[in-house]
């Protein structure tokens, strides 16, 4: 019960952000900066000498006004901020210098340092993943694969009401040079930087391999692969939950229907387990995620609600859940 009502007072704090953040009220994150009531804070404590009306927030970590430059809430001392340029995800230049939240990157040239997105970063002979270097990276070849952000429609369930959907960008973390393909600033193995492709943020594909992040699905077929969302796909032999092949799935007929369900000709699936007893053909995912219905049986996750009626069930109420 604690678990629940703990839930609970999240969402709808997180829901009470968004709206006055909307409404021009807070500003970003309370494990980061916020600006508000004529004050900016780090992590909810006051930084006292804060220029307020110019105060800038440039990431979880960096934070500016007209007099000073902040790091994690703190004054970066000695440093002006005509010497201050920020390049974006906590990559820096301090005067002569090039630093990633608040380390130098030594033998950065900050004259030619380049920010590629989705905490990569070159310069004319190097190549960094956070503040780590990429030793045997090709500087002049290496890239960032692609759109940095893969683009999805992810369904929002508010309350009783019909889920709506929206857009969510989310990074991915693969790279390539001319010889080897990275991901999170390390080397995948055997993949080819050629023909390599990334399908959405979790997803990626070379000629011959399926990845999900930097793990190979080795019963992939690299040729037929499709993915269906963020977590799931199909190839012309199999059906895939991350990496998991659910074994007795149909991939013919196989679909998504939501984050956890999904369905083939045969058999409703929960994640990749069966549930036992849906009717693929009226199986029908309910406003609230967890929930489900067919022309016999109401589902919560994969069991059976003994004595719950479908034709007239209501879900139990959810604030907001994002899938």
């Not at 990074?171 to 393909?181: F, I, M, N």
């Not at 399908?199 to 690299?222: G, H, M, P, S």
Request: aromatic share 14%; net charge neutral; glycine share 6%.
């Amino acid at each position: 019960m604690k678990k629940i009502f703990f839930l609970t007072v999240l969402i709808l704090f997180k829901m009470n952000m968004v709206a006055q953040t909307q409404m021009g009220g807070k500003i970003e994150d309370p494990l980061g900066y916020e600006k508000y009531d004529g004050r900016a804070y780090f992590k909810r404590i006051e930084i006292k000498h804060a220029h307020v009306s110019t105060f800038e927030i440039l990431d979880m970590e960096y934070a500016k006004d007209k007099n000073r430059v902040y790091l994690r809430g703190e004054e970066i001392e000695d440093l002006q901020l005509v010497d201050f340029i920020y390049l974006g995800d906590s990559y820096a230049i301090y005067k002569n210098s090039v630093w990633f939240s608040g380390k130098e990157l030594n033998g950065a040239d900050p004259q030619a340092i380049v920010f590629l997105g989705n905490n990569y970063a070159k310069d004319k002979n190097k190549v960094w993943y956070c503040s780590h270097e990429l030793s045997d990276a090709d500087s002049q070849s290496f890239v960032v694969i692609g759109d940095y952000c893969t683009k999805y429609k992810s369904n929002v369930h508010l309350g009783y009401m019909k889920p709506e959907q929206m857009d969510v960008y989310t990074p991915h973390r693969y790279s390539k040079d001319k010889g080897s393909v990275y991901h999170c600033g390390d080397k995948l193995s055997g993949a080819d930087p050629s023909t390599f492709k990334v399908l959405n943020a979790r997803y990626a594909k070379d000629k011959n391999t399926v990845y999900f992040w930097d793990q190979k699905i080795e019963q992939a077929d690299a040729l037929t692969f499709e993915v269906l969302n963020e977590e799931q796909a199909k190839d012309k032999n199999r059906a895939y939950r991350n990496t998991r092949v659910i074994d007795v799935a149909d991939p013919k007929t196989y679909e998504v229907l939501s984050y956890y369900y999904s369905k083939d000709k045969k058999y409703v699936y929960r994640a990749e387990k069966i549930v036992k007893g849906a009717d693929p053909k009226t199986f029908e995912v309910l406003v609230h995620y967890d929930y489900g219905k067919d022309k016999n049986h109401v589902y919560y996750k994969d069991k059976i609600l003994e004595g719950e009626d479908p034709k007239d069930f209501v879900p139990p109420l959810m604030p907001i859940v994002y899938e």
